[in-house]
């Protein structure tokens, strides 16, 4: 075998954000499918999250990690943007709680 075929295996550090991505039990979100409101005008949204195949239905307030995501999913689909408040340490634009 030619060793000048090989590449050594390093494994990659965690950063900050995914320490603490992964200490509050955030998730990728891959991307939000679809939406409804319940019968008291609660938001929830169908997600479907990267690396795994069945998607889940979360209350808006879980999607904290992911703002910029649901905020763009609600700008495309002319909705009032959302008024919660990101979760301190969540990576912003894909995590999301709850998985």
Known sequence: MDASLLTEWTQKKPTGVERADEA???????KIVSHRTDSNGKRHFTVKWTGYDEEDELEEEALDGCLNLLQDYL???????????????????SGANYK
């Open 75 to 93: 700008r495309n689909k002319n909705m009032p943007l959302s008024k919660i408040e990101g979760e301190l340490g969540a990576s912003g634009s």
């Open 24 to 30: 509050k039990n955030y998730h990728e979100v891959e």
